[in-house]
């Protein structure tokens, strides 16, 4: 059995309690070395095989599955594997041996963010949408998905694996209809000790990486300012079913 487990967004006592079990049970891990925290290992037990997948292609990770497929498997992703995991390929790969699997959720370095920044993404009459991509690089991404027609929608964006290309990013946010100004703020590690955040503008966003390459979320829109109207929910005169308007 290969479970799939979201390792969450670098401190170690961010992952989930059924992540941390499947760890403690597992017979091999295969973690995702180059972005899973290794503190994360000292709940494997005693004589677990552990592989560290930024060393391996996707076909020898396979191998190793096929290897042990009677065995209790743990694949470690980071943060949430549904987000840039390369996890459906794998599980293809999984359907074609035979071997069952299943996924354990994390939580995401895009919440990591949001909590390290003290800020909600969805705030009334400023943003109820929050757009997850990335810029296009050694990898494309179709053109409909471009930065510049994202941005087209104002909403709040948030930028993964694109630590490099925020020259890109700003220049393409403006001209699809940002304001220069919009508030702006890079989050590196997020949750890990070594946390950084940098706050600013799009227009000043190529200034602001100050040595930050990669490991980095990039997030965008006015959700990061101070003008926003309260929630209808909580006002006196909102009647739900458990209260009545005042």
């Known amino acids: 059995m290969v479970h799939f487990v979201g390792a969450g967004p670098g401190a ?6 059924r992540g941390m079990k499947l760890l403690e049970t597992a017979d091999v891990i295969i973690y995702a070395g180059s972005l899973v925290n290794p503190g994360l290992l000292k709940y494997a037990k005693q004589g677990c095989e552990i592989h560290n997948s930024a060393e391996m292609t996707l076909d020898e990770v396979i191998e190793v599955v096929a290897c042990h497929r009677d065995k209790e498997i743990v694949r ?3 943060g949430d594997p549904s987000l840039y ?4 390929e794998q599980m293809d ?6 071997v069952e699997y299943d996924v354990c959720p994390g939580v995401s370095s895009f919440f990591g963010a949001a909590a390290a920044l003290r800020a909600e993404y969805t705030l009334p009459d400023v943003s109820q949408t929050v757009i997850i991509t990335r810029a296009a690089g050694k990898t494309p991404v179709p053109e409909r998905e471009s930065v510049r027609s994202l941005a087209s929608h104002g909403a709040t964006m948030v930028f993964f694996l694109s630590a490099g290309l925020v ?3 700003s220049r393409e946010l403006i001209a ?7 508030p702006a703020a890079v989050v590196y590690k997020a949750t890990w000790p070594d946390e950084r955040i940098v ?3 799009i227009a000043t966003l190529p200034d602001m990486m100050d040595g930050i390459t990669k490991t980095a979320l990039v997030a965008v829109g ?6 926003y109207a309260l929630s209808r929910l909580y006002a006196p005169d909102f009647e739900t079913e458990y209260r009545k308007a005042k």
Do not use: K, M, S, W
């Open 199 to 201: 706050r600013g503008t």
């Open 12 to 17: 170690e006592d961010l992952i989930t309690v």
């Open 176 to 182: 699809g209809g940002y304001r220069p100004d919009t």
């Open 167 to 169: 020259d890109t990013i």
């Open 93 to 98: 790969r999984l359907i074609e041996l035979g």
């Open 76 to 78: 470690l992703h980071t």
């Open 222 to 227: 006015d959700f990061l300012g101070n003008d």
């Open 85 to 88: 995991g390369a996890i459906r």
